[in-house]
């Protein structure tokens, strides 16, 4: 069964801190999603994860890919209140030819001034 | 470029009725993704539609089924809704089954009564 875990679930932080988010995944898929949602809206795509060593910075977040570990992490650099949102990342599963998307739970970060 | 539509924005049925959610892809989009976000999960995937057909399925039962007509557009009907259907639903599309990259629209959020 694919299963995606990412921990924490929930997230409060100051603002200016520092944090990373972890997800585990089980396949041996190499490409890996995060994505930011903000409450009652769809799903923003951050970043996508295409081979071991992958990191991709865009501003105060960074994502990077583990693929031996089966871990991806987040990383947040000095939180600021426009970070607040939930977070998934989810792996890529191509089974018979196509792709579908297993998310894990989220991450609801709180970033607190 | 248009991006992934959903209609309607946001649905209330009440139980044991039925439901149509539609979706129009992106253009230049083959493949239509469906996924069901319960409150506080990360999206599961329902199915996916390439060609008109069926092309691969979640773990969700009979009842959960769909369309997709020649311009690529699809639906999602929901036939004796439960209460546990309550949820936003998004359609997600990509450029066939084999290419990875999902871009998903809006979501219709569907309260069940």
């Known amino acids: 069964e694919l299963k995606v875990e990412q921990n924490p679930l929930f997230l409060s932080m100051q603002e200016g801190k520092n944090y990373t988010i972890y997800c585990n995944y089980s396949?041996?898929?190499?490409?890996l999603y995060w994505y930011r949602q903000d409450p009652g809206k769809s799903l923003e795509s951050l970043f996508v994860?295409?081979?071991?060593?992958a990191v991709k910075q865009e501003g105060r977040l960074m994502a990077s890919l583990d693929t031996k570990a089966r871990l991806s992490t987040l990383h947040i650099t000095a939180a600021v209140h426009d970070l607040s949102a939930t977070y998934f990342c989810?792996?890529?599963?191509?089974?018979?030819?196509?792709?579908?998307?297993?998310f894990g739970k989220g991450t609801k970060l709180s970033v607190i001034p | 470029e248009t991006g992934v539509t959903q209609s309607p924005t946001h649905l209330i049925k009440t139980r044991g009725q039925q439901v149509t959610l539609r979706c129009s892809s992106q253009?230049?989009?083959?493949?239509v993704s469906w996924y069901q976000q319960a409150l506080g999960q990360g999206p599961q995937f329902i199915f996916q539609y390439y060609r008109e057909e069926e092309n691969g399925r979640g773990n969700f039962p009979p009842r959960f089924s769909g369309l997709q007509f020649p311009n690529y557009s699809s639906e999602l009907n929901v036939n004796a809704l439960e209460l546990d259907d309550s949820a936003l639903y998004l359609c997600a599309s990509s450029l066939d089954p084999g290419f990875p990259e999902q871009y998903f629209g809006p979501g219709t959020r569907l309260t069940v009564t």
């Open positions: 253009s230049g989009h083959n493949t």
């Open positions: 396949t041996t898929s190499d490409r």
């Open positions: 994860l295409l081979s071991n060593g």
């Open positions: 989810a792996e890529a599963y191509s089974g018979a030819g196509s792709y579908q998307l297993t």
